[in-house]
């Protein structure tokens, strides 16, 4: 499934999520389709970001509690299991880091809300890792944002009409 659509399944489902451990599943759900999706731009995306590409892989991935976290339940597993592509890089991570930043309001409420220690540490720990990989989304958007602007007209990339 394409990267859009499954950040975008993400979203409603965060959006449903009625109690404090569905918000959490759908945050670890959310590294996890991160996780996939630096893996993919960073071995067949554009060439500017596939460092910091791998760099958002290894952060999630460094957590190890992304795709065998207990909440995510071992029926489904994770949504990120499903991607397929990136069509459109920029596109898909600038709504990447709409979903992460979504992730960590709706967790600063719950942990805010809470008086159960482990959830509460289990927020903060999801809370973290939503916004080092937002920083590697940013860092990727700075990245081809660059490329775009550094880019020479149509015209001289020989496009204009020909005579």
């Known amino acids: ?13 965060l959006a449903r999520s009625d109690t404090a451990w569905d918000i959490l599943a759908e945050a ?11 893996s993919h731009l960073a071995l067949c ?8 590409a791998r760099g958002l892989s290894e952060i999630v991935g460094g957590l190890g509690v992304v795709t065998d976290h207990p909440v995510l339940g071992a029926a489904a597993g994770p ?15 600038t709504a990447l880091g709409a979903l992460l930043g979504e992730v960590g309001i709706a967790l600063v409420g719950v942990a ?6 482990g959830l509460y540490w289990q927020c903060i720990e999801a809370i973290d890792a939503a916004d080092e990989s937002n920083d590697r989304v940013r860092g990727m958007l700075r990245r081809l944002a660059v490329r775009e602007r550094d ?3 149509d015209a001289a990339r020989g496009r204009a009409g020909s005579s």
Do not use: F, H, K, Y
């Not at 670890?28 to 630096?38: D, K, S, T």
């Open 1 to 13: 499934m394409e990267a859009e659509r499954l950040i975008a399944t993400g979203r409603n489902a």
């Open 151 to 153: 880019r020479p007209p």
């Open 79 to 93: 949504r990120a299991a499903q991607l397929t592509e990136v069509v459109n890089p920029r596109v898909a991570l």
């Open 45 to 52: 995306g554009p060439q500017e970001v596939r460092s910091e």
């Open 28 to 38: 670890w759900q959310a590294q996890a389709l991160a996780q996939a999706i630096g």
């Open 112 to 117: 805010c809300a809470t008086d159960e220690e």
